[in-house]
């Protein structure tokens, strides 16, 4: 499967972007999580938001539940991440990809990652 990730660019703080990863070769697998990570130059990739295919269970980390929403279009197989009340710090590359978990060695595929850049 090739991941294509699309949706970033420029916003000032407080605006909204949304995130699409979209799925070619084949479907999503029905027992995968699709993950958005991000990235600053010299941190580790740092894991954003999940969401069940086959059952649509999203989770998040802390500092974006309430501002990001993930979701999944099956007809589309495409997961889009709506990212709203953008701050600074969520400027980042955006990746997104398939695999078993949400830790970062668990991803089978990836896809080539989207750039966020909050104006303040």
């Known amino acids: 499967v090739q991941l294509q990730a699309s949706g970033g660019g420029l916003v000032q703080a407080g605006g909204s972007l949304r995130l699409s990863c979209a799925a070619s070769?084949?479907?999503?697998?029905?027992?995968?999580?699709v993950t958005w990570f991000r990235q600053t130059p010299g941190k580790e990739r740092e894991f954003v938001a999940t969401i069940s295919w086959s059952g649509g269970s999203a989770y998040y980390r802390d500092s974006v539940k309430g501002r990001f929403t993930i979701s999944r279009d099956s007809a589309e197989n495409t997961v889009y991440l709506q990212t709203n009340a953008l701050k600074p710090e969520d400027t980042a590359v955006y990746y997104c990809a398939e695999g078993r978990s949400t830790v970062v060695r668990d991803q089978d595929y990836w896809g080539q990652g989207t750039q966020v850049t909050v104006s303040s």
């Open positions: 070769g084949r479907t999503f697998g029905r027992y995968s999580a």
